[in-house]
């Protein structure tokens, strides 16, 4: 009878045992993923689409933020980060005259940050609330586009989010691009255009693949020397009435010469012979 009542006991103390583990389990579980939620708070967005402000090239964005309790001071940092998932794109594209709107999914963005002073102090009464409605705008100017974002909103200080992420949707016509083929199109060459300048394109070969030679030195021409005497009627005078008598040394004189000297020579022993007899 004891051993009964022992093991009924025992049974008894363990199913205390593992309901106790499985609340402390539960509450665990509950600190964990519930009081963060808590303390995050909470945000509502007036509008996830948003119209491009085409003068401005801005969209203006308006939303409430309800913190879990009111902060300390009146003016609280915020961090809003946009990243980019998609992107309307205008194409022209082959065979279409007007652009073709087009959703481009994006991937691995950098995420465009606007550091904003959020109010929470009622201007009314002065009071310090725990919520407070707040707009901004974002610009081309800083790299926004039409198209899709993620956005996330986390305190400047602590860097804890605040709410969670939303989905919002700027509208408006971003940059045309150009996605159409590259055609080459062109008149044909006639046929003795395209032989000249075969002809004209290896003669220019030939020229570069000669070696280089020495140009030879031009002579002058005639009409560089200047017109000849004959052209500008004065004949160049003869030999006789050249200075000097016309003298002029050449073989001929020298042969005329020794048969001078020959015939003195023998006229001189004719008179020597004809002395002596």
């Not at 022992?6 to 609340?23: A, Q």
């Not at 109010?119 to 800083?142: C, E, L, W």
Request: a negative charge; proline letters at 6%.
């Amino acid at each position: 009878m004891y051993a009964t009542l022992t093991k009924l006991n025992d049974s008894g103390y363990c199913r205390i045992w593992t309901r106790l583990s499985l609340i402390a389990l539960l509450s665990v579980f509950g600190a964990l993923f519930v009081s963060p939620a808590a303390a995050a708070g909470r945000v509502i967005w007036k509008k996830t689409t948003i119209e491009e402000h085409t003068k401005k090239e801005a969209w203006y964005l308006e939303l409430e933020v309800h913190l879990p309790r009111a902060p300390d001071v009146g003016q609280k940092g915020m961090k809003f980060e946009f990243t980019q998932i998609s992107e309307f794109e205008r194409s022209l594209v082959d065979g279409k005259e007007e652009p073709q709107l087009m959703t481009t999914p994006l991937s691995n963005q950098q995420a465009l940050i606007e550091s904003q002073l959020v109010g929470f102090m009622d201007p009314g009464s002065g009071v310090i609330q725990n919520r407070t409605h707040f707009s901004f705008k974002v610009t081309r100017a800083h790299g926004y586009r039409a198209g899709q974002y993620k956005v996330k909103i986390k305190d400047s200080d602590s860097g804890s989010a605040i709410g969670v992420e939303t989905t919002l949707t700027f509208k408006g016509e971003n940059p045309v691009v150009d996605r159409r083929s590259i055609v080459f199109t062109g008149t044909p060459k006639k046929k003795d255009e395209a032989t000249s300048d075969s002809s004209s394109s290896g003669k220019t070969i030939t020229d570069l693949n000669a070696p280089d030679e020495p140009e030879p030195a031009s002579s002058p021409s005639r009409s560089e020397e200047g017109p000849a005497p004959e052209a500008q009627g004065e004949a160049p005078p003869s030999v006789d009435e050249r200075p000097g008598g016309g003298c002029h040394y050449g073989a001929h004189d020298q042969g005329s010469w020794a048969w001078a000297m020959l015939v003195g020579l023998l006229g001189l022993v004719l008179v020597v012979r004809k002395r002596a007899d």
